[in-house]
Every structure is written in structure tokens, then in C-alpha cells.
């Protein structure tokens, strides 16, 4: 059954979604950044609010759980690995489990590194994936609670969905992570493209969100650890996959 996904602008750099199945009628909104935006979106749409559908903890992502359920009665679905601060939480989820949205469902992919139970939903149907602060156009989320091995570990997992796939990030975050992904001076023409499209986009504030697989896997150098063209770019000829993301991850922080 196909989804209807809304995508509006929250607080400085966050997006906030709406999703609706349209079989049933049914509306989860993916976290809740500000509830404010979230209530213009759904009356904009006509939409009533079913579900919550949970990332992980942050206030950005969490933060709008309690409004949001007081007055719709939503239902909070989020990650079992922190389920003791998600604000509301009526069902905990995890790895491989399926989140029923109406007639359309999600699999659930926990995706640590970020924070430790950070989880993503996949809308395999669909084509669609929300990986909240796990992957971002061109970046990927900070390492707040978890090693370097396990958000290489939780990227790959996305990394493994169909090139197709439409990924719904939670911040646009973009240009800032062109400048840094330019700044590595990888021998990477799709990434010499992407990045001019980007400056392109941003400068009419136009969204860079979402994006797809096959273009993060082609120039997001977060996904691209295994490449030797990133290592030797990177003076790691030789290292292994989660060196090089440790070291591109060290050097974005510092960016
Ligand atoms: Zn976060
Ligand atoms: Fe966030």
C-alpha cells in the first residue's frame, strides 16, 4: 500500500514527517521535533495524528512526544534500546521487528552510534527509509554514545537497502558535510557533482532532503570507509573500513 510522506522544516536545521497510508487513512508523525510545525503540517494536510514513530531519545527527536499524545491520543512506538527515555512510550521496537502504519509497514533496523538505541524504520514497500541522526546527506550522525565500529556497522545495514531508496534524514545538515567531504580530496567526480548541485539547491534555501542510497553510497565518504580511494586520500592506505571511518569521523568533528 503506498505512503504519503510530508516533509516541513523544524527549528533551525531539523525536518519533521508525516506519514499517511493511504489505504486506511492512518498518520504516524517520524519524532517529534516541534510539535507547533507538526500541528501546521497535519491541519495543512487535513490529517489527524495516529502514531509516533521514534528515532531516538534527543530532545530535537523526542522532545514533542507528551504534547503531541495529549492531544491526539498518539501512539508512541520507539527504540527498545532507550525505551527508559522516550517520553510516552506505549511500545518498544527493535531490530527486525515490523511496525504496522495502517496497511503499510515498516521494518525496524537498529542502527547504534549516535545514541545507543537509535533505531531507523525501513517502508520496504515503499521504497522509503527514515534514519533520523544515524545517516545524513553526505554525513552521518556524531558518535554521542556509541564506537566508531558500531555506526559503521549500523551504516552499512542502510547502505544495503536498494540504490532506490529514498532516505528521509532528520537535519539538513548538507552543506556544511559537501565543504568537509570536498575538504578529504578524494578522487570522486559523483561527489564533485553532487556537492555543486548542493550549493546549487542551498543557495535558494531549497531542501537537500531526502535523498537515496545509490547517491549516498557514491558520495558520502561516511559510507565509503571500504573505498580504498578514501583511504589512500586519507594517508590510511591499508587500513581497515572502520579505521578510515573512525579517522573521517575524527576529522569532521574537528572540521
Ligand atoms: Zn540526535
Ligand atoms: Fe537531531
Known amino acids: 500500500m503506498p505512503i504519503d510522506v510530508r516533509q516541513f522544516p523544524c527549528f533551525a536545521d531539523n525536518y519533521g514527517f508525516l506519514v499517511r497510508d493511504e489505504a486506511t487513512g492512518v498518520v504516524a508523525s517520524i519524532d517529534t521535533p516541534e510539535p507547533e510545525k507538526i500541528e501546521a503540517a497535519l491541519a495543512a494536510a487535513g490529517w489527524r495524528l495516529d502514531l509516533i514513530l521514534n528515532t531516538h531519545h534527543h530532545w530535537d527527536h523526542a522532545g514533542g512526544n507528551l ?6 491520543g498518539a501512539r508512541v512506538i520507539g527504540p527498545a534500546g532507550e525505551a527508559d527515555k522516550i517520553p510516552g512510550l506505549d511500545e518498544a521496537v527493535g531490530e527486525g521487528e515490523v511496525v504496522q502504519v495502517g496497511a503499510s509497514s515498516a521494518t525496524v533496523f537498529d542502527t547504534p552510534g549516535h545514541t545507543a538505541g537509535h533505531i531507523a524504520y525501513h517502508f520496504a514497500e515503499d521504497g522509503v527509509a527514515f534514519v533520523g541522526d544515524t545517516l545524513f546527506a553526505l554525513g552521518c550522525g556524531r558518535l554521542f554514545e556509541g564506537a566508531p565500529a558500531e555506526m559503521w556497522a549500523s551504516l552499512k545495514k542502510l547502505a544495503a537497502l536498494p540504490d532506490e531508496t529514498v532516505v528521509y534524514c532528520a537535519h539538513e545538515y548538507t552543506e556544511a558535510n559537501a565543504r568537509f567531504a570536498l575538504s578529504l580530496g578524494e578522487e570522486n567526480p559523483a561527489l564533485a557533482a553532487r556537492a555543486a548541485h548542493i550549493f546549487e539547491l542551498r543557495a535558494t534555501g531549497e531542501p537537500t532532503v531526502p535523498t537515496t542510497i545509490g547517491a549516498e553510497r557514491a558520495a558520502n565518504p561516511f ?23 573512525a579517522e573521517t569521523r575524527r576529522l569532521k568533528d574537528a572540521f
Open 223 to 245: 559510507l565509503r570507509a571500504a573505498e580504498a580511494s578514501l583511504a589512500a586520500a586519507l594517508g590510511l592506505d591499508g587500513a581497515t573500513p572502520v579505521e578510515v571511518f
Open 67 to 72: 504534547a503531541l499524545k495529549e492531544k491526539w
